[in-house]
């Protein structure tokens, strides 16, 4: 049964159906299979109902919709100003820009496909211009958008929470460790590229503009506070969280910066509503598809066939981080997260692994997936807004995909460096 399953779902991806398709269609084989006939379909749609039923969920149309005011809004080049007046005239500078920006609006936005539009349109000329080559810049401003998958609000991180029944704001605060250490070692990247190939700096900014910087920025830096003050302070849960930023979001575009009118408030809901349709359907067709492939036993026959029962942790996080990202290079970091974690959450349970540090590891892999070829969904968003050809946007890949590995190692072998803010903040 699995052989087919999955030989229908491959055939149906070549043929170019989008991904919910394969999901729906093998979940739909495998219960018609297990139960031989249409009797107990209704138990499918249960499972896909179950899929997203989980009030935790509400966060994530709600973070996208934040993240598109912002996108149409002034709070992203406002941002990008403040981190320019301060390190823009550094070797390598503006680069550092670029990576600490998309730190930062990932901060507010938890997207990284978001994060490309917002800051890759602004910024990749400025860079052009002051003389960066063109593949460096794509694949900094794709790997850079990697961090929004870590800095909290990450959606990734929701959906696994969701999934794994973890807790999400213990899973926030634990990327932020793994976050800054990645926007660190592009900065050190960025800085030897810039000095290699002779790139000139940018004027030095005065205090004077710096403040003014500052000042611009003082609300857009209100979503983190609202984010992180207000689910660690007690004020707010997550999905709570997540309906303050979209609040705050609606004033600060509209009321503040007045660069939003009603018109394009109810475009950008429209958009919105576009994108979290098509996540909730891979959210319950993965549901009912991970429910199916859990009763056949399918996974438990995979993975004691590698042995994974005789591997330590180490061996354990080694095995889970390969199979999401070799997943998310083909296919949605959604779609992996929703299969995959129920395969390999009785085997982090039977080894005594801490969920949230799985949790950490997982979102990095998957944000590693989305910038890493052949498919990852990073890059065709860099295709589709830079309108650049496939070759080009992947040529500089290498270097930050290797950083970003090496980075995973280290959180295998050194958790704190996730887990320390975690047990600092929820100390028992």
């Known amino acids: 049964m699995a052989l087919t399953i999955f030989s229908i779902m491959i055939v149906l991806l070549l043929l170019g159906f989008p991904m919910m398709i394969p999901l729906i269609v093998g979940a739909f084989v495998g219960f018609y299979s297990l139960f031989g006939g249409m009797g107990q379909m209704e138990t499918m749609v249960q499972q896909m109902m179950a899929g997203i039923r989980p009030a935790s969920l509400i966060a994530v149309p709600m973070f996208i919709f934040a993240a598109d005011i912002m996108t149409r809004g002034q709070s992203a080049g406002r941002l ?17 820009s670029t990576a600490a920006a998309c730190t930062m609006f990932g901060a507010v936005s ?48 929701i959906i696994y929470g969701v999934v794994s029944n973890t807790s999400i704001a213990e899973l926030f605060i634990a990327g932020v460790g793994p976050g800054l250490l990645i926007l ?21 900014a005065t205090w004077g503009e ?39 979001a609606i004033i600060l575009e509209m009321f503040v910066f007045r660069e939003l009118d009603f018109n394009g408030l109810y475009d950008t809901a429209k958009s919105t509503g576009l994108i979290t349709a098509v996540v909730f359907i891979l959210v319950g ?3 009912a598809f991970s429910w199916v492939i859990s009763f056949a036993q399918i996974p438990q026959a995979i993975l004691a066939g590698i042995g994974i029962d005789q591997m330590g942790q180490i061996g354990v996080l080694f095995v889970i981080s390969i199979a999401f990202f070799i997943g998310c290079m083909f296919v949605d970091p ?34 590693i997936g989305s910038a890493t ?39 295998i072998f050194f958790p704190q460096i996730a887990l320390f803010l975690r047990d600092l903040a929820f100390a028992k």
């Open 334 to 367: 959604i779609v992996v997260i929703l299969v995959l974690v129920p395969i390999f959450a009785p085997v982090v349970n039977s080894v005594g692994l801490d969920p949230v540090l799985v949790g950490t590891i997982i979102t990095l892999q998957v944000a």
């Open 373 to 411: 070829p052949p498919f990852g969904c990073d890059i065709f968003t860099a295709i589709a807004v830079f309108k650049r050809p496939y070759i080009e946007v992947i040529r500089g890949t290498p270097p930050f995909i290797f950083i970003l590995l090496c980075v995973s190692a280290l959180l």
């Open 110 to 157: 938890g997207s990284t496909q978001a994060t490309v539009v917002a800051i890759g349109g602004p910024l990749r000329p400025r860079m052009q211009k002051a003389g960066y080559n063109d593949s460096f810049i794509l694949a900094l401003i794709v790997n850079s958008s990697d961090i929004a998958f870590l800095i909290p609000p990450s959606i990734g991180m």
């Open 80 to 96: 990008i100003d403040l981190v320019m007046s301060f390190v823009g005239h550094l070797r390598g500078g503006l680069a550092v």
């Open 285 to 287: 067709a993965g549901a």
């Open 184 to 204: 660190l070692l592009f900065s050190i990247y960025s800085w030897i590229y810039a000095v290699r190939n002779n790139v000139p700096t940018e004027e030095k």
């Open 210 to 248: 710096r403040a003014l910087a500052l000042q611009k920025a003082l609300w857009p830096l209100g979503f983190p506070l609202i984010i992180i003050g207000g689910i660690y302070g007690g004020i707010f849960s997550p999905t709570e969280a997540a309906a303050a930023c979209v609040l705050y």
